[in-house]
């Protein structure tokens, strides 16, 4: 345990130092009358150009309004917070965190099948528009959403991080990119794949799962879990029996919810990676999780050390809402209105 522990300071340590090399250039040793060689300017990654002062004096109130916002909302409807750290999830994982999914036309992400249970777009509306009224013209959508993705987290008792700013949103959304998002049924070595290709780790994808400590499913995602698994005719046998018994109780409606975290669904804690030991996951992609042996000591980790996950998921959290970002200067541009691109 203490080894894995090492290994994962480790690989934080080492991007840590890839982040730093990119701004600190090396001692050149200083050698008699030779000049140094000019260097050429070394390539920095969009998200690099992200900052927390981004809005500090274009839009001071930027924060407490999408705060005092997603607090309300949540304050009326619980699930909203869930919904919301899903949003930015699909968000960043189809051409990065530029507001993509917020689109609203025929043929966008937003369209999709695999889009169909995503909520939360009317609280982004709703910031969106009171951020327009104070500072016109300078907010992006795809910042609003990574901002209120955080709130969201700090409001199911989740950590709070800095959310660096500077993000453009995107003038394109195509529904058939929204598809490729996993969906919950496949496997380690393609959810592996899939965040490899956004940036993301082995140790992100256990850590960013862990949101499912939160928020609900509906049942149509598990349904061949329960009665007929991979064409066996039969349950899939990493489910455990009462469990099995129990959702099946439960979504007798294919329409109905089912509780990602069956143990303490609203509180963000390691209940989830608990839960995997015992084969009480919901989605098959959690389970996998557990028993593939690249990703299981990593979800054992999670279990025992509860602060190591709080940490890691805040650090996660900046990785991934740092995906692919928009920030050149002719990159992108800021949306007026969250639905539509601008004229
Ligand atoms: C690793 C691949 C992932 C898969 C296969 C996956 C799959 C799913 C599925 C099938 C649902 C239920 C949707 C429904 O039918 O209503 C769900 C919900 C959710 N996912 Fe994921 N997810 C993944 C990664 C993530 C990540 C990286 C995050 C955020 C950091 C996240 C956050 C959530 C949250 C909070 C919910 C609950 C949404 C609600 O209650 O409205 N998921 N996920
Ligand atoms: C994982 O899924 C992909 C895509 O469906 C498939 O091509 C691959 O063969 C699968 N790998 C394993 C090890 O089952
Ligand atoms: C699903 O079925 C395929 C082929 O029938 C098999 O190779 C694979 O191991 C099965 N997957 C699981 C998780 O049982």
């Not at 999408?66 to 699909?90: E, G, M, P, Y």
């Not at 917020?102 to 709703?126: K, M, Q, V, Y």
């Not at 989740?158 to 929204?178: L, M, N, Q, T, Y």
């Not at 959702?247 to 990676?273: E, G, H, I, M, W």
């Amino acid at each position: 345990m203490r080894w894995f522990l090492l290994t994962v300071f480790l690989l934080n340590l080492l991007h840590l130092a890839d982040i730093a090399a990119t701004f600190i250039p090396k001692q050149q040793p200083l050698m008699g009358r030779v000049l140094p060689k000019a260097k050429a300017a070394p390539v920095l990654p969009p998200s690099a150009f992200l900052s927390t002062t981004y809005y500090l004096k274009s839009c001071p109130n930027l924060e407490s309004i999408i705060h005092q916002k997603v607090n309300a909302w949540v304050q009326k409807d619980s699930t909203l917070a869930a919904s919301i750290i899903r949003l930015h999830f699909h968000d960043c994982a189809v051409r990065g965190c530029d507001a993509s999914i917020l689109l609203n036309h025929p043929g966008s992400e937003r369209s999709a099948e695999a889009s169909r249970t995503l909520r939360g777009f009317t609280l982004i509306d709703d910031i969106k528009a009171e951020v327009e009224r104070q500072c016109p013209k300078t907010v992006s959508c795809a910042d609003i959403l990574t901002a209120a993705a955080r709130d969201a987290t700090l409001l199911v008792g989740g950590p709070f991080w800095e959310v660096p700013f500077g993000r453009k949103d995107g003038k394109f959304s195509i529904a058939k990119e929204a598809n490729n998002v996993p969906q919950g049924h496949e496997n380690v070595t393609s959810l592996l794949k899939f965040f490899d290709k956004m940036g993301l780790t082995f140790v992100d994808l256990v850590v960013l799962s862990g949101a499912h400590t939160i928020g609900r499913c509906n049942c149509y995602s598990i349904q061949q879990r329960l009665y007929n698994f991979n064409g066996t005719g039969k349950p899939d046998p990493s489910l455990n029996i009462n469990y099995l018994n129990s959702l099946r109780k439960q979504c007798r409606l294919s329409s109905n919810y089912v509780n990602l975290d069956v143990t303490t669904p609203k509180t963000f804690d390691v209940a989830y990676y608990t839960n995997l030991g015992k084969k009480l996951g919901l989605l098959s992609t959690d389970q996998l999780l557990y028993s593939d042996s690249r990703t299981r000591s990593l979800v054992d980790l999670m279990a025992s050390q509860p602060e190591f996950f709080i940490g890691q998921f805040a650090v996660s959290m900046v990785k991934l809402g740092n995906t692919n970002v928009l920030t050149g200067k002719k990159q992108g541009e800021v949306r007026q209105n969250c639905n539509y691109v601008n004229y």
